[in-house]
Antibody, heavy 120, light 107 residues
Framework: EVQLVESGGGLVKPGGSLRLSCGAS????????MSWVRQAPGKGLEWVGR??????????EYAAPVRGRFTISRDDSKNILYLQMISLITEDTAVYYC???????????WGQGTLVTVSS | DIQMTQSPSSLSASVGDRVTITCRAS??????LNWYQHKPGKAPKLLIY???SLQSGVPSRFSGSGSGTDFTLTISSLQPEDFATYYC?????????FGQGTKVEIK
């Protein structure tokens, strides 16, 4: 059974930093493309970014609102996906979901999410 | 970015009703269109990928159609567990985008 478990959310002040983690099991993590999707309170789903598998280059792509502030990385030896967030703004307040990403671009497995609140 | 527009934004329906949700892309996306169901406090769930392919384990009352810019998600006979918010998502461009969502409520 595929499991994705996010952690690391919490309250952070504007301008602060936070690192989210996503532990993966039940599939071959090293072969998987992975992504982060978020949902702000009362809003819809928003794609944050993705990372390809190392065998496909391990490259990253980000949505415009987070580009230059967020970094996705992976540790295939530990089956963990990361989202490093810096220069956080109130608009980054959201539940952040870790997902698997098929090469055709759809998110087929999702974690339960972790809440990030950016507030002074 | 490719803009995705869903209609309606919300609808009220009864158990057993046939429900149709539409999604329009701001440019042609071939069949790179996916649908998700999201319930409060739960992880979103993939229903349909590539416009019309049913994800494994999803009931056959869900179906998708369309190509180019116009797409449809149909629930043939609404069940109590189907009350949720539904999102379309395009994967034609590297910058992935969702529609704003359609909330399906109980009439």
């Amino acid at each position: 059974e595929v499991q994705l478990v996010e952690s690391g959310g919490g309250l952070v002040k504007p301008g602060g930093s936070l690192r989210l983690s996503c532990g993966a099991s039940g599939f071959t993590f090293s072969n998987a493309w992975m992504s982060w999707v978020r949902q702000a309170p009362g809003k819809g789903l928003e794609w944050v970014g993705r990372i390809k598998s190392i065998t496909n280059g391990g490259t990253t792509e980000y949505a415009a609102p987070v580009r230059g502030r967020f970094t996705i990385s992976r540790d295939d030896s530990k089956n963990i996906l990361y989202l490093q967030m810096i220069s956080l703004i109130t608009e980054d307040t959201a539940v952040y979901y870790c997902t698997t990403l098929q090469t055709r671009g759809y998110f087929d497995q999702w974690g339960q999410g972790t809440l990030v609140t950016v507030s002074s | 970015d490719i803009q995705m527009t869903q209609s309606p934004s919300s609808l009220s329906a009864s158990v057993g009703d046939r429900v149709t949700i539409t999604c329009r892309a701001s440019q042609s996306i071939s069949n790179y269109l996916n649908w998700y169901q999201h319930k409060p406090g739960k992880a979103p769930k993939l229903l349909i990928y590539a416009a019309s392919s049913l994800q494994s384990g999803v009931p056959s009352r869900f179906s998708g159609s369309g190509s180019g810019t116009d797409f449809t998600l149909t629930i043939s006979s609404l069940q109590p567990e189907d009350f949720a918010t539904y999102y379309c998502q395009q994967s034609y461009s590297a910058s992935l985008t969702f529609g704003q969502g359609t909330k399906v409520e109980i009439k």
